[in-house]
Nanobody
Framework: QVQLVESGGGLVQAGGSLRLSCAASGLPVSAYNVGWFRQAPGKEREFVAAITRSGGTSVYADSVKGRFTIARDNGQNTVYLQMISLKPEDTAVYYC????????????????????WGQGTQVTVSS
C-alpha cells in the first residue's frame, strides 16, 4: 500500500525558513517523480517543485525559484522541500505527490499527472 506522509509545516514569520518532508512507503522515491504542490484557501492547487525519476532533475515554479530547494534522500525514502525567505503569499497547504511515469519538465508541473498524494501539511507565513 502506497503512503505519502508530509510533515514539517507550521507557523513562521516572513523571511523565515521551514523544511517539509515527504516520507514514502510502498514505493521507492528513487524510481518516481515526486512533486510538491500547494493550495491556498479559495485557490486551485498549484505546482511548487518536482524532482524527476530519471536523472533527478529539479523543476521549480517561478514564484519559488531561488528560495525553495527540493531534494531526495533515497536511503530515507524521503523527499524534502527546503523553503527560505518565506513570504505571506507562500501560505497554503502543501502536498507531495508521486508518479512512476516518465514525465517531461512540463508534465511534472501538472496536478493530474500524479497518481499518489499525501494528506498535506499547513504552512502559514505571517507578515
Amino acid at each position: 500500500q502506497v503512503q505519502l506522509v508530509e510533515s514539517g509545516g507550521g507557523l513562521v514569520q516572513a523571511g523565515g525558513s521551514l523544511r517539509l518532508s515527504c516520507a514514502a512507503s510502498g514505493l521507492p522515491v528513487s524510481a518516481y517523480n515526486v512533486g510538491w504542490f500547494r493550495q491556498a484557501p479559495g485557490k486551485e492547487r498549484e505546482f511548487v517543485a518536482a524532482i524527476t525519476r530519471s536523472g533527478g532533475t529539479s523543476v521549480y515554479a517561478d514564484s519559488v525559484k531561488g528560495r525553495f530547494t527540493i531534494a531526495r534522500d533515497n536511503g530515507q525514502n524521503t523527499v524534502y522541500l527546503q523553503m527560505i525567505s518565506l513570504k505571506p503569499e507562500d501560505t497554503a497547504v502543501y502536498y507531495c505527490a508521486a508518479d512512476a511515469d516518465r514525465l517531461s519538465s512540463v508534465r511534472v508541473r501538472v496536478v493530474g499527472e500524479y497518481r499518489y498524494w499525501g494528506q498535506g501539511t499547513q504552512v502559514t507565513v505571517s507578515s
